[in-house]
């Protein structure tokens, strides 16, 4: 069990800070997580315009407000 969390949390912190982003490690990573989106039939989407009305009316809503007068 882990008595100090924080402690814990601020080894991952530096730990992550010293290691170097690698492209291949990465595009390994996203190929994988694309190919199990695939298999659990998320992905292709059957019907690519699903979903659009919802965020043109988001993109609407938003646009309304942040407009200045």
Known sequence: MIKN???VRSLERAFL???KPEFS???RLVE???KEAVVLGAFP???KLSGL???IKIARAI???SKTP
């Open 32 to 34: 994988a997580l694309y």
């Open 5 to 7: 969390r924080e402690a």
């Open 45 to 47: 989407l059957r019907d």
């Open 17 to 19: 800070r010293k290691e």
């Open 63 to 65: 646009n309304s407000v």
């Open 53 to 55: 009305d919802i965020d």
């Open 25 to 27: 490690k990465n595009m």
